[in-house]
């Protein structure tokens, strides 16, 4: 990145008990941004042999041994075919082609989990060149990437972050916390979360030089997009790298600055245009030269035919094994059970029902 020397006033802070002559030959810039977890999925593996040709092509890739065995079964979740392992922390797992309980074709598939110590610059732009080759034979689903944008001189203070948080001066998410743990010895390691952990988007900033025991030096703001929110950022990342590779960092440094946004609120002000943002947040945003950039995931609409094909894919086969218990019984217990849970029902879920013509249903 190319870096303007921040200003030196009273909201930023300096970084204190290192030493300033050592750091400038250690770090090459104030603040680096890179992909720091990857989680991606290959579709459409046709079966083992193709699986071990993908795998073949991305060691090839990556000149890495990913150590996949198409029959070595593992369990992440779900219970998988294959899987592999590298000397770096690479998870792979490998899911056959079957039928599903409705009698259709799934194909098989190939999951991959990068770590961020996997992740240096060069395998970054070598999967990059690896997800620009597949092309439309096997699309890629990215379901979690993690992006660490690090202040490496620590020029914004946790305290300031904290303070504005405490107050309520910040926009985009609806849930804080912070989180403080302290180890035999150590000082006092401090969290600061924007987010659930169940939502899509996360942010979370702490000091990386004692998480990382004086490895790396700075405060790391480090975001995390998963499910729908991680298909986005996949692919502007992709396509960031693809149009203008010299300025990648700066483009995923724009996706974590986006998470957040610090603005002096006034009282019950939920409108984020009179609000000023915070001076030492409009620095930071300055001195990284990264415009924030928010990902917006719409809600998936709701829809009858989204429940039936929920009720086809995960309760058909349980519904099978209650019919066979319970034979004659079968039949009241469904009535029984539909009863109880129409009395549950939203008036959300009714309007979708009564909207829902028989005829728009697909079997």
């Excluded at 799934?106 to 080759?133: H, N, Y």
Aim: net charge neutral; aromatic share 10%; hydrophobic share 35%.
């Amino acid at each position: 990145m190319n870096i303007p020397q921040l200003p030196s006033d009273d909201t930023l802070a300096s970084n204190t008990g290192y030493d300033s002559q050592n750091r400038s030959k250690l770090i090459p810039s104030k603040y680096s941004c890179k992909v720091d977890w990857l989680d991606f999925t290959l579709r459409n593996v046709a079966g083992p042999i193709e699986a071990y040709e993908l795998v073949n092509c991305l060691e090839i890739s990556l000149c890495r041994n990913l150590h996949f065995c198409a029959n070595h079964a593992a369990f992440n979740g779900i219970t998988w075919d294959g899987s592999g392992r590298s000397e770096d922390g690479v998870l792979t797992w490998y899911k056959a082609p079957t039928v599903d309980d409705c009698g259709e074709y799934v194909a098989g598939s190939l999951k991959f989990a990068f770590p961020g110590d996997a992740l240096t610059p060069l395998i970054s732009e070598r999967l990059l060149t690896f997800f620009a080759e597949m092309g439309d034979d096997h699309p890629i689903d990215c379901t979690r990437i993690d992006i660490a944008l690090d202040d490496h001189e620590k020029f914004i203070k946790l305290g300031k972050i904290e303070h504005a948080r405490r107050g309520g001066h910040f926009f985009n998410c609806s849930h804080s916390e912070r989180i403080s743990s302290k180890r035999r010895g150590e000082d006092e390691a401090v969290t600061i979360y924007f987010g659930s952990r169940k939502s899509d988007k996360r942010l979370r900033i702490y000091d990386k030089t004692l998480e990382s025991k004086g490895k790396v030096f700075g405060n790391r703001w480090e975001a995390q997009f998963r499910r729908k929110a991680a298909g986005e950022a996949f692919r502007f990342w992709c396509t960031e790298w693809k149009f203008s590779p010299s300025t990648v960092s700066n483009a995923l440094a724009r996706l974590v600055l986006g998470i957040i946004d610090f603005r002096k609120r006034g009282d019950d002000d939920d409108d984020r245009h009179r609000c000023e943002p915070l001076p030492w947040f409009s620095a930071l945003i300055k001195a990284v030269d990264a415009e924030p950039m928010r990902i917006v995931v719409q809600p998936e609409e709701k829809t009858m035919q989204r429940s039936i094909n929920w009720v086809n894919r995960s309760v058909a086969s349980t519904l099978a094994m209650i019919k066979i218990s319970l034979a004659d019984e079968f039949l009241p217990y469904i009535e029984r059970m539909v009863t109880e849970g129409g009395a549950k029902l939203s008036n959300m879920r009714r309007e979708v029902a009564y909207l829902t013509g028989q005829h728009e249903l697909l079997y």
